[in-house]
């Protein structure tokens, strides 16, 4: 890993040379000078330090200081210049993505580890998970074979171009399978042909929101099928749960979905569950319940209650780790609302395996990646 | 720790219980939806699968036949997707194992009994630590069904897995999902 990421920022600097040749000012020339006198290999050395440093002024400067310049700056970027950084960025965060578990997620794994009893199945699963998660890392290899739905979620300003934002991310993604961070996951589904890509009708599915900041926010949660298949939504009210219109039939309706989910989701899991919404809001909405952070908490009070109420209730049922029995079954529940009509009433649960891989960015101007979100 | 080495025989098989942890080294072949169809559908395998084990799982490979294959990534997949063929691969076939995750159902269980079969749960996700244990890719069969669903034939070596039904009727499967469902009764 330590290679591939002096190999990346090789590449990186190599193209910095190339953009900021045309750039340069008389100093870098004057440099460039000096390095023509020294020995061939002491050259290549400074002309790659000199790039350097001139990338990163030049990174400086092309930061506008003033706002509305900036708007602009995030117009053209992405029309003209943007397209290769944003394919880097975008591999990145692909990569970090499939390889790499985030923070919060790794750290309740942790807990549910030591809560399983010594020399017992579940244990011996959760250290296995525990051993999986470091070697992916490690390896920067996909920490799953199913790399799963490609969801991209991005927030972005007004006037964003949606379009070729949407070439590049199939560019990002194409290549991503080729290196092996995705697997070729991307069957049509009348010929069952698998176009070996990962680019088809609906894949990657990308959500974009426009928001009132400049910076363009890029989420990506790599959802396996076997946890999509455990999926799961409800009309309420249900006879056979005996579950009504209210936060009791939401709460039996989810409690139903974990039992019905035993095993083949690859638990310990966390659910995202929507109230509310039409068939296809619901499961949206119960998918991007899941872009919060564990740790957080729900503002609505009620809601918070039933949230920590299903986690405490799923790890007593005895499903356990890969349903082996054991102490964790759950590692977290998220829940949202959608307004419904009078007459309908769902509960959308999505439910995603410890293999929770989901990253995000928030670009700079030139599209390089500002700060990582998870 | 129990362990199975290759070439795997029944009387081995035999010995295996619900709940035994278990890692296997020797061979395996890989066969998911498209194969288990494919079968079903009355194609004669490719490869002889006498007292072989299949393992339910659509690796990650890169490679080609002539640069050889290497394998980047193998967990299991869901299994009782192959719920409805599985027991005829028992019986026509005479394998002895199959690995995946989630467990199988009633007609698989039967076919456990029948032939001399167990069901062992591989770690679902953990397709790092799997692919480590995958020595060699010795061969692959049906191409054309695509990479994950092809037939890979690999060698493994201590490949860590959990018998969750054995050739005794036994299910932990059955067991946990009855157990639980009785529990959920009290919180509702
Ligand atoms: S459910 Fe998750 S961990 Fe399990 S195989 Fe699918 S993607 Fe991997």
């Not at chain 1, 390095?35 to 790039?51: F, G, I, M, P």
């Not at chain 1, 991503?176 to 995705?182: H, I, K, N, Q």
């Not at chain 2, 054309?144 to 499967?173: C, K, N, Q, Y």
Request: aromatic share 6%.
């Amino acid at each position: 890993m330590v290679k591939k990421k002096a190999k990346a920022k090789k590449v990186v600097a190599k193209k910095a040379v190339k953009k900021t040749t045309k750039k340069t000012t008389k100093k870098v020339a004057a440099k460039k000078v000096v390095a023509k006198k020294a020995t061939k290999k002491v050259a290549k050395k400074v002309a790659k330090k000199v790039a350097k440093k001139v990338a990163k002024k030049v990174a400086k400067k092309a930061a506008p200081k003033k706002a509305p310049a900036k708007k602009i700056a995030v117009k053209k970027t992405l029309a003209k210049k943007g397209g290769d950084q944003l394919f880097d960025s975008l591999l990145e965060l692909i990569r970090k993505t499939s390889a790499e578990i985030p923070g919060d997620i790794q750290k309740v794994i942790l807990e549910a580890l030591h809560r399983e009893e010594k020399n017992t199945t579940a244990e011996y699963a959760m250290n296995i998970i525990k051993a999986n998660i470091e070697l992916a890392k490690k390896k920067s290899q996909p920490l799953c074979q199913d790399t799963g739905t490609i969801l991209f979620y991005v927030s972005h300003p007004v006037g964003f171009n949606q379009t070729e934002f949407t070439k590049t991310v199939h560019k990002a993604v194409r290549k991503a399978t080729e290196v092996g961070f995705l697997r070729q996951n991307s069957v049509d589904s009348l010929t069952g042909k698998n176009d070996s890509m990962n680019v088809g009708p609906g894949h990657p599915d990308i959500h974009f929101h426009e928001h009132k900041k400049n910076s363009v926010e890029i989420k990506l949660m790599l959802k396996g099928g076997g946890c999509e298949n455990v999926g799961a939504q409800y009309s309420l009210p249900n006879q056979a749960l005996g579950a009504g219109r209210d936060l009791d039939g939401v709460r039996k309706a989810i409690l139903d979905c974990i039992v019905k989910a035993q095993g083949k989701g690859c638990g310990p899991g966390v659910l995202g569950v929507c109230i509310g919404g039409d068939r296809g809001a619901g499961y949206v909405q119960s998918k991007e319940q899941l872009l919060r952070k564990l740790d957080d908490e729900n503002s609505v009070a009620d809601l918070k209650k039933l949230e920590k109420d299903i986690v405490e209730t799923a790890n007593k049922l005895g499903i356990g780790p890969m349903g082996f029995g054991g102490k964790t079954t759950l590692l977290g529940c998220k829940i949202g609302t959608l307004n419904r009509l009078p007459a309908s009433f769902f509960v959308s649960v999505s439910y995603m395996c410890w293999a929770y891989r989901r990253q995000g960015v928030s670009l700079k101007g030139d599209n390089s990646i500002a700060k990582w979100l998870y | 720790m129990k362990k199975l080495d290759y070439p795997f025989k029944k009387e081995d098989i035999l010995d295996l219980r619900v709940g035994d942890m278990v890692l296997i080294t020797g061979k395996l072949f890989t066969g998911r939806d498209a194969v288990h169809k494919r079968l079903h559908d009355g194609v004669k395998s490719p490869v002889d699968l006498q007292n072989q084990i299949i393992y339910h799982c659509g690796p990650v490979v890169i490679g080609d036949k002539k640069k050889g294959f290497e394998v980047k990534a193998a967990g299991p997949t869901t299994s009782i997707r192959e719920e409805p063929y599985q027991w005829e691969v028992m019986r026509d076939y005479g394998i002895v194992g199959v690995i995946g995750k989630g467990g199988m159902g009633p007609k698989t269980l039967k076919g456990c009994s029948d032939y001399g079969c167990v069901y062992m749960h591989a770690i679902g996700g953990a397709a790092q630590v799997l692919a480590e244990k995958i020595k060699s890719v010795d061969n692959v069969y049906w191409e054309d069904l695509g990479s994950p669903e092809a037939i890979w034939e690999l060698t493994v070596e201590e490949f860590p897995v959990v018998i969750t039904m054995d050739a005794h009727g036994g299910s932990l499967h059955e067991k946990v999902q009855a157990s639980s469902e009785e529990e959920l009764k009290k919180y509702l």
